[in-house]
């Protein structure tokens, strides 16, 4: 399995910036947050999103993926979560992202099952643009979705290869799911897991790995007895919290964590 962190844990910082944390502290990759206060972006011009994938190709550091905020479940006309979609798709592809991240955002408005059907429809219809251009878009688990059981029920019947899951070891576990459990339910459709740690159900402001109350060494174990061979992402959600510790100062404290667990279930 290989590491990166999310670009969520230092909001902002110039791309030079967070490359040079990743090859100083032993990460191989990043999840680039695409949002308009990041350097990248969605409305990033050509000339930016061929600097973005040259950065990193000299640097040696991979794009993990592209973190967006479209909700495919939401209530509402798809045409426009469609085209959220699509710019999403469009800017992995210019720099060398392999994925792309979507939210459920289903909500009260609607039942479970109309939620389960819009965000399938949107996603099987999204899953051919997507495969023109070599990326695969993944259903986060998260709010309304934030089970295995939950996002499967989604992505199964979509029954594409470009359409699969992020699995969010945070939100499963307040789903009130095991790491096995989850694993069972995402392991045909997963892109990548994003690893993380809180004190508990009621303090979700973010810790070093390894502090907190998340089974991460459960879900590294379930995953290295699967023989699954991708990316752990570090999702530090230091956009949320301003009391959380800076994340430059965790992040080879944070390796080391994971290549302990790492080793331990060789």
Not at 190 to 214: E, H, M, N, R, S
Request: aromatic share 6%; glycine share 10%; hydrophobic share 45%.
């Amino acid at each position: 399995m290989k590491l990166a962190f999310s670009t969520l844990g230092v909001p902002g910082l110039p791309l030079a910036d967070v490359l040079r944390l990743a090859t100083t502290h032993g990460y191989h990759g990043v999840e680039l947050r695409a949002h308009p206060e990041e350097p990248v972006h969605p409305g990033l011009d050509a000339a930016g999103r061929a600097n973005v994938a040259a950065e990193f190709k000299a640097a040696g550091v991979e794009v993990v993926g592209i973190a967006g905020y479209a909700r495919v479940a939401a209530v509402g006309d798809d045409a426009a979560v469609l085209e959220e979609i699509r710019a999403l798709v469009d800017l992995a592809r210019d720099v060398g992202a392999p994925f792309v991240r979507v939210f459920p955002g289903g909500g009260d408005e609607q039942s479970a099952e109309e939620a389960d059907a819009t965000a399938a429809r949107r996603l099987g219809v999204a899953a051919e643009y997507a495969a023109d251009r070599d990326v695969r878009v993944l259903l986060e688990t998260h709010d309304s979705h934030r089970t295995g059981a939950a996002a499967s029920r989604v992505v199964g019947p979509v029954g594409h290869r470009n359409v699969g899951v992020l699995w969010d070891v945070m939100h499963t576990w307040l789903g009130g799911e095991q790491p096995s459990v989850s694993y069972a339910a995402l392991s045909p459709y997963l892109g990548y897991v994003q690893v993380k740690d809180i004190a508990g159900p009621d303090d979700k402001t973010p810790l070093a790995l390894g502090a907190g109350a998340l089974p991460l060494a459960e879900c590294v174990e379930v995953l290295s007895r699967e023989g699954w061979d991708g990316w752990l992402c570090w999702e530090y959600e230091a956009r949320w919290y301003e009391s959380a510790a800076p994340l430059p100062g965790l992040l080879s404290a944070g390796r080391d964590h994971v290549a302990r667990l790492l080793n331990e279930s060789a």
